[in-house]
């Protein structure tokens, strides 16, 4: 009788010879501002089918049998699997998939990018590049129709530069969307055009760019696994287990079930679905929550629907971020929302009413109050732990942290965006005082998540706790509010412990304690004493999901 195999008393997996940063809190802990976890010296950590069974200092050597893998960590620093509490992986692992054009130094290198793909890509399909940017070129000049003819008039082809407002197309995709000289300006957008007024391959903004959308061929469900499979190589590198993948459509997510089933998916994703206002007005989507067959925590411990994604405005550097008052910047404005007031709060109740958790993408003042105004009608309907959250809430007003505290509203924010953007400088005195006040949420309660927003900006999680405790602004030197810098502890607590809340995972997983899914990453840098710069600098040498090795620094070993 083969018991052995059935249930056995010894370890799947240990990790010993480490210092432990268990971040072990609880989040009523953290609302608290308590910082100061477990670190255990000389320490192991020992899994078993994928959870954590034992971590202490004085490793049991009962736990090691014949089929034990024991790793030595050579006196390495073992944390919590990083969680990312707001990204857009998937279609980050799109672009990956792409051209990456944003190595182009010259047009000649942005034309030999793209000839290379076009080489391997048979006639007739489509070639796709990203993050084109003439401004780091020599010669500082868009690239036209003319030059991506150079790499085929028999591929169909489209190019977005890096700010996503501006796209070139080629002769094909002129003719195949059917553009010619008589063709209007759409409302908000402008088709590029030459001397003669013919489209010379530029389109600009989303309503002109949309003039070629409905002749890209929809994605397959292979090219989105294979999205979500280098966004994966990606994520494991940057020490990431767990991330809320935002924007998704239900094919996308489809796709992530799919990766799953296939064993392919090396990070748990929770699920955003996008209420897409260019796929339907509001009723649309009201009877589209009402329909929906599954609700927030359906899935399983990989795959799992987190709530739905409102984009409720832009952002304020461009004046599209919805503020209670005109711009200093830009007067002549103070934003707007995307939907109504009415319609967001008649979305929340709705959400709430099937059980759905909700996240809001605010950046201003005022689309906040309006945010946190649906989340407190949204349990007037249902007073369950939905956990309805903020993205962003890039300028706070004081007033409005009573009653965050009161509902437990939490943020998912975005610190590298600050520092490799530098929009706090952008905004004029008044909201630079008020942007992206970190501490002023924690020490009122609130919990802070931490996150990237990748495609926007990397996703690196130690750039992000470097932004966060220097809150130096790379684009322009300066170190705004430094009265709002984080500690080391707060900074990695934002990406372990308090992003697990958001998924409703704080249970399972952000901390390194029995029971918990064995989610860690081992790096080779102490970041609770080191300099910034040193945790800026990290290096991931493994990190573990599950139980499992999915990521590996080369040269180790
Ligand atoms: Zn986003």
Redesign the pocket.
Known sequence: MKMKKLWSPTADLIVKNITVYTVDLTIDEIRKGKTDFSIIENGYVASKDGKTIAVGSELDEKLIGPDTEVIDGKGNILIPGLIDS?I?AMFAGLELVNVNLKGAKTKIEFIELLKAKAAVTPKGEWITGNEWNELVWDIKEAPTKDDLDKVSTEHPIVCSRLCHHVCVINSKVIELAGLTKDSPDPDGGIIGRDQDGNPNGLLYESSAIGLIENIIPELTEEQRIEGIVEMGKILNESGITSCID??LAIDDMKAYLQADKNQKLTYRANMMFYLDKNSGDIPYHLNKIKEMPAVTGFGNDMVKLNGIKILFDGIPATGTAAMRKPYEHIPETSGYTTITAAEMIDVAKMAAKYNWQIGV?SCGDKSADIAIESFVEAYKVNNNDARHYI?HHAVMQPDQLPIMKAYNIPITVQPTINSLMGEQGLIGKELAERYMQYKTFMDAGILVGGSS?CP?ISCNPFLGMYSAITRLSVADGVVWSPEQVLTAAQALIMWTKSSAYFSHDDDKMGSIEVGNYSDYVLIDTPILTATPEKIRDTTVLKTILNGKVVYQVPDQK
């Open positions: 707001h857009h935002a924007n993408h993205i927003d926007v």
